[in-house]
């Protein structure tokens, strides 16, 4: 390695003369130390505020137990009553996931800021980020007020959410294409509209595609608790059987949810796993 | 007759650097012309201005002022009313290929006629019988009509840059403008690629501008040279004046290292300097 050994020498030389390692300097202890203090206070102060009291559950333990033996007997006696109950969930998540694509679609372009200028992006994406804002819950509670109790409030809740959602997605997807083809479609002359047909499209369809199926995943899963607020749906048959205290009619609502959205997931992820 | 290309005193600046600093260049119609210069020297820049897909700089009125075949694509840093018009009669060949991946190989040449055809028509993909005919023509002359059916993607670099090519032939295109296309080939793609466009200008008397890092190219298989550096044109004329001495000067240091065509193997005696120079 080293010629001579005079070198040798000169080389162990530097490494006596090398610096001390590094100290953390005082203040930034001392910041590291505040920071993990206030995130302390900060735990105390929710434990508090969610009247957090394991001895509640151990107290309570005969109710726990009633319930538990009660859901280990799933009742499935009125089972097409759930099993339609189930079907209108799952319409709830396919009307509201498609009308949101369909809107979705000229929003997400008009929000990319490759595709258009940026005073046109700006405010559409505003108004989809305060679309994605408040969580479908709250947009049920609204339509339910608006159009009645049932599915109809459902759907208008998920689609108006899923909009904000879907807009997002598929923006981000056509701000990361390759401009490339969009430019070989201008260089021959082609409109606007032709240059996101062309050249856009063909680019994000696949990525759109996987978008959509995953938002009917969630929107199924999002249909369900939607009922509990009276948007339609499984969800309100469950909140009934909680209401008269039938749980194991409840648990039997349960384990068609679970299989229903695990049977979804699983068909949902073979079709996306053939577009990527 | 209209020039089928003209810049006049066209000028782009990114930040502090100017990429083109105010070039005047015309194109004949049926012309074949190298663009030549090292990474940075200002030819995709041009090539970009000239099918106005970036804007010159607004300097003064008149100035940054690009025609084809008489109508405008942009002037003083704007573009013309007329550039879709103008367009037309452009065709684009990228290094990178610039083909909708996705979508088949018929479809991609197909896009050449949205210029020419109706809106609505275009943007609903309605092609008619004649408008395939002609777009399987132009695959069958570039050479890849066995390709048709197939997506853009799945195709090697040079059929994919010969797609390119149909596209422009169904376009109509009577000027066509390729940048580096044989930059990201292998020589034996390269050299098909170079062949097709060259047949396709001279059977059809297309004008061609190729931008080139291939001094060998440039001198075999076009008769006018323009060089560039540092955002000017250095040099403008028959590629028989091309000699190693200039292009020792044009590529900088770094020429050695530049593999050079056998012609040029031997640098040239000083007193044989061309009477250009570099400024």
Redesign the interface.
Known sequence: MFATEAERTAHRAAERTLPAPPVTPFLTRLTRLAGAALVAVVLVFAWHEAEMNPAQLVRDAGNMATLGADFLRPDFTDWDVYFNAMLETLAIAIWGTLLAVIVGIPFGILSADNVVPHWVAFPIRRVMDACRAINELVFALIFIAAVGLGPFAGVLALWIHTTGVIAKLFSEAVEAIDPAPVEGIRGTGGTWLQEIIYGVLPQVLPLWISYALYRFESNVRSATVLGIVGGGGIGMTFNETMRGFLYSQAAAILIIVILTVTMLDMISQRIRKRFI | MAAALQLDRVSKTYGAMRAVDNVSILIREGERVALIGASGSGKSTLIRLA?G?ILADAQGSGTGAVHAFGLKVQESGRLASEV??A??N???V?Q????????SVM?NVL??V???IG?LR??L?LFNADEKRTAYAALAEVGIAQHAAKRARELSGGQQQRV?IA?ALV?GAKLVLADEPIASLDPKSAKRVMDTLVTMSRDHGIALVVSLHQVDYATAYFDRVIAMNAGRVVFDGPASQINAAFLTELYGASAEELILPSQFAVAAPADAAPSHTLS
Not at chain 2, 96 to 103: C, I, K, S, T, V
């Open positions: 099918s897909l879709r018009a367009r037309r452009i065709g684009l990228f990178q290929f610039a083909l909708a991946g996705r979508l479809t896009v050449g949205l210029g020419r809106a275009g943007t993909g390119a596209r376009q």
